[in-house]
């Protein structure tokens, strides 16, 4: 989002005035005439000049200092100018332009609670100024008072329902809220009272990407740029819409622009961070932060965390260390405090300090937890309607059979599912290295399946469903695919994506003659790494922020698994973690097996896939391209005195998988 909240400065009338007294107390009019037609038309350094020229001859005439302040406030220089607006508010108190304007430069130095105090005196001399209203949201959202801001700014638009600018700044607000609906509103009113309004394109293009419409967000972003060119933001906004689309080249394009028009613009250089780190060019990303970063006065603790990561990743342990120590985690970007304090966790484990990494891991957690994007999410609705599917599948069992109808004349792909963490991203990883295989990674294709009944289908409904009912569901299914596959193109399609193993009933009955592998690691080695990892938000992911609750979700999950096996006679193939790391060769031939698909030697060479696949969409991302360590596995055994009481729970998982405890 471009935050940098539109203010107004204002002068507006000059005041008519008697001759000039024996004190010089009053310029000639026409003067005061002319200093304003400066200013109205943008010609600041005249303006300057005169103001400058009036207050010196007439320093008790207001209306010079008013204009100063303003033209010095407009070129960015705050610092003179709140001097000048202090003088005008002094002169002329009852003037509630100069407290208006005496509170934006208040605002703009940081001075927020002086700020408030000026907008809250103009409007008590002034209830329907507008302006004054917008300009006090301006200032309570910086001060963290997102809802007071709201109702400013709601003020603001009733008195001046055609104010854009209002309309633009409750946009940003409504953004931060986490309400992306209504931004989204807001910004549409904004340009549809003024359709030049490049910044509310671009905003209104964040606003789209976090909704999920990347493409009505790459074309807002574009729009934007159609309109102001040199708009370094909007470029920025666009490359990380690109980023998102997959489309990393011209994502890494638009970053860079927006650094050519903007050198010191640190979110630009962050976005190209994060590009950098998710596609794995390490060596790239610590030349970018060392060569092109340092003159960044913005933003120092987020660039040292990139460095610190990195550093990490390349197994420079102890370098990672010292940049980490001296992280300050109150500077970073928010989005990036939970990840930052995981990094610390991820150092004191290397360290074996496993008292202070779980601490760690903890902090992290409860940065989450006090989120307002976690406090958003419906997670609590969400684990009921995964529980309610233990329950209703074993009633259906006790009652009868299930027999399925279905006579599929579209293709049956194959679904590699487990519990997060797992390692699905490894055997993804590895499945797309052979010649016969497609595998999509974490798309919508069952999601938009689901979301085609409307609402969330009983188990019995989905039982219910006939030969016409089914092909019409793949054709949703289907229809998502073509975004991203041309569809047959291969033998094997496999759709990769662990929370399916909530959606077996669904799967089974739209894709009766399906195959599924099924990706095991030990339980509490699961359920750890989940509590671990920095997972993006969800409603589904929300639940992986204590270890109680994972635990219980865990549980959910794979009872939903073992019961639909039994249920609809799945054909699956399990996998453990721990045994493809300990014998690739054999364990990845039983799946080829089960597959129908023969060994190829490229397999062993799977971390050329990885690396040449640009951005892997999971947490993993990272490891895929190492080579296979067993550092991994079994690692729920250096925290065991945190995790007595959860073996319990998950013993008869841990049982029923072969582990022992």
Same mark, same amino acid.
């Given at each position: ?44 350094? #005249? ?322 937890? #006090? ?291």
């Amino acid at each position: 989002v471009d935050a940098d909240r539109l203010s107004s400065f204002k002068a507006q009338v000059a005041p008519k005035t008697q001759e000039p007294n024996a004190a010089g107390v009053s310029p000639p009019q026409e003067l005061l005439d002319n200093l304003l037609g400066h200013y109205q038309k943008g010609r600041f350094s #005249d303006a300057e000049k005169l103001a400058v020229h009036i207050t010196q001859d007439f320093p008790k005439h207001q209306f010079g200092w008013k204009v100063l302040g303003a033209v010095l406030g407009a070129t960015g220089r705050n610092s003179e100018a709140v001097d000048a607006n202090q003088t005008a508010v002094a002169l002329s108190p009852q003037d509630v332009e100069a407290h208006s304007n005496l509170g934006v430069t208040l605002k703009e130095l940081g001075r927020l609670d002086e700020a408030e105090a000026s907008y809250k005196q103009a409007i008590a001399l002034k209830p329907d100024y507008a302006e004054a209203h917008s300009n006090l949201g301006n200032t309570l959202n910086e001060l963290g008072r997102l809802e007071e801001a709201e109702a400013s700014y709601i003020k603001a638009i009733a008195l001046n329902p055609d104010y854009s600018q209002a309309h633009y700044n409750l946009g940003i607000t409504l953004q931060e809220l986490g309400r992306g609906d209504e931004a989204e509103a807001s910004y549409r009113k904004a340009i549809s009272l003024k359709p030049h309004y490049a910044e509310a394109h671009s905003n209104l293009g964040v606003t789209l990407k976090e909704l999920g419409r990347l493409d009505e967000a790459e074309a807002s972003c574009k729009r934007a740029i159609a309109l102001k060119p040199d708009y370094a933001e909007a470029h920025s906004n666009l490359g990380d819409t690109l980023n998102e689309l997959g489309r990393l080249e011209e994502a890494e394009a638009s970053c860079k622009q927006a650094i050519i028009l903007k050198p010191d613009f640190a979110e630009a250089h962050l976005n190209l961070c994060e590009l950098l780190e998710k596609t794995n060019r390490a060596d790239e990303l610590l030349s970018f932060i060392r060569s092109e970063t340092r003159k960044i006065s913005e933003k120092k603790a987020d660039f040292l965390y990139y460095e610190a990561l990195i550093e990490f990743r390349k197994e420079n342990y102890e370098t990672a260390a010292e940049l980490i120590e001296k992280v300050n985690i109150n500077e970073l970007l928010g989005k990036r405090q939970p990840s930052a304090i995981k990094l610390q966790g991820d150092v004191y484990h290397q360290k074996k300090d496993y008292g202070a990494a779980f601490e760690a891991y903890k902090s992290k957690n409860k940065h989450v937890k #006090d989120s307002r994007e976690y406090k958003q999410q419906k997670r609590e609705k969400y684990f009921i309607q995964q529980r309610e599917k233990v329950v209703q599948i074993k009633q259906l069992q006790e009652k009868s059979a299930y027999k399925s109808v279905i006579k599929p004349s579209w293709i049956q792909p194959t679904f590699l599912i487990g519990f997060p963490r797992s390692g699905t991203t490894l055997l993804d990883t590895i499945l797309r290295t052979h010649s016969n295989i497609d595998v999509l990674e974490e798309l919508p294709m069952v999601h938009k399946m689901n979301s085609s009944f409307g609402e969330i289908p009983t188990i019995s409904r989905i039982e219910a469903m006939d030969n016409t009912a089914t092909e019409i569901a793949s054709g949703f299914y289907f229809e998502e695919l073509k975004k991203y596959i041309g569809v047959g193109k291969k033998r094997i399609l496999v759709d990769k994506l662990p929370l399916n193993i909530l959606e077996l009933p669904l799967i089974n009955q739209v894709f009766p003659n399906a195959k599924y592998i099924i990706a095991l690691r030990h339980p509490l080695d699961c359920a750890l790494s989940c509590w671990m990892q920095k997972f993006k938000l969800n409603p589904a992911m929300a639940n992986m922020i204590e270890l109680e609750r994972i635990v219980e979700f865990y549980d959910v999950a794979m009872s939903i698994l073992k019961l639909s096996e039994e249920r609809y006679s799945l054909e699956t193939h399990r996998i453990r973690y721990e045994d493809l790391v300990l014998d690739f060769e054999k364990n990845l031939s039983y799946l080829l097996t089960f597959l129908d698909l023969k060994w190829e030697e490229e397999l062993r060479n799977y971390q050329k896939t990885a690396l040449a696949r640009g951005r892997i969409n999971t947490p993993s991302s990272s490891q895929v391209i190492k080579p296979l360590y067993q550092t991994a596995s079994y690692r729920w055994k250096y925290y065991e005195e945190y995790l007595e009481q959860y073996k319990i729970r998950l013993a008869p998982w841990i049982q029923e998988y072969g582990y022992s405890s």
